[in-house]
């Protein structure tokens, strides 16, 4: 249906959604987390995408990785594994890291993620083992995302981070005890992207 958009950002939403317009056209568009920090407002953009469909919406998901959203379409073919769940799976962590664990067998790394449980955990490991094996992904992505434009505001920086992990479903506490954990480190954070990727690793345990 719709596989690529290329076009201008004209919008960020919090959480992670963005609308893109192309050809007069402004599409509404939801992106895991790495995804989402990459768009710059009213620059260009190609974003790979997925059209889901449900009785009560039409959806579009968004990757900057074709392969990402590869992922992503494993993701949901997964019982019990809706399209949010995926969101969040890819937002907790990057598609190589996603597939790392999976390879490894690492159930704890799993439930770390919000809303995912011991037995989920189990299931997920044993059904992703064969359905990512022959997808390739890039185990440099996340850490080549370009840096977002900087934020001079501390608080405003931490304010951005916590309402980012709460709308992927950490706890308000769970949330802020990460970001001082990253922060405690003695690393300078300038903008909310660098902050945010630290205090995702924090939480993944990494």
Not at 9 to 14: G, K, P, R
Not at 23 to 50: K, M, R
Not at 99 to 111: D, F, N, P, R
Not at 179 to 199: C, E, H, P, R, V
């Amino acid at each position: 249906m719709i596989g690529l958009i290329t076009g201008q950002v004209q919008y960020l939403m919090a959480p992670t959604a963005c609308i893109m317009t192309t050809a007069g056209v402004g599409y509404d568009i939801e992106l895991p987390l790495p995804s989402f920090c990459q768009l710059h407002l009213n620059e260009q953009a190609s974003i790979w995408t997925h059209f889901h469909v449900r009785e009560d919406a039409q959806l579009l998901y968004g990757f900057i990785d074709r392969k990402e959203r590869d992922v992503f379409r494993q993701l949901i073919k997964i019982n019990g594994v809706g399209a949010k769940m995926a969101l969040a799976m890819l937002s907790a962590m990057s598609a190589a890291e996603l597939k790392m664990h999976v390879e490894q067998e690492s159930e704890a790394a799993l439930t770390r993620i919000p809303g995912i449980g011991k037995k989920t955990a189990q299931r997920l490991l044993i059904e992703l083992k064969d359905k990512l094996k022959n997808i390739e992904v890039d185990n440099g992505s996340f850490e080549l995302m370009p840096q977002q434009t900087a934020v001079s505001h501390d608080g405003s920086i931490i304010a951005e981070v916590e309402g980012a992990l709460i709308s992927l479903g950490y706890k308000e506490k769970e949330a802020q005890l990460a970001i001082k954990a990253a922060k405690s480190k003695g690393d300078t954070f300038n903008d909310t992207q660098s902050l945010l990727k630290a205090t995702l690793q924090q939480l993944s345990g990494f």
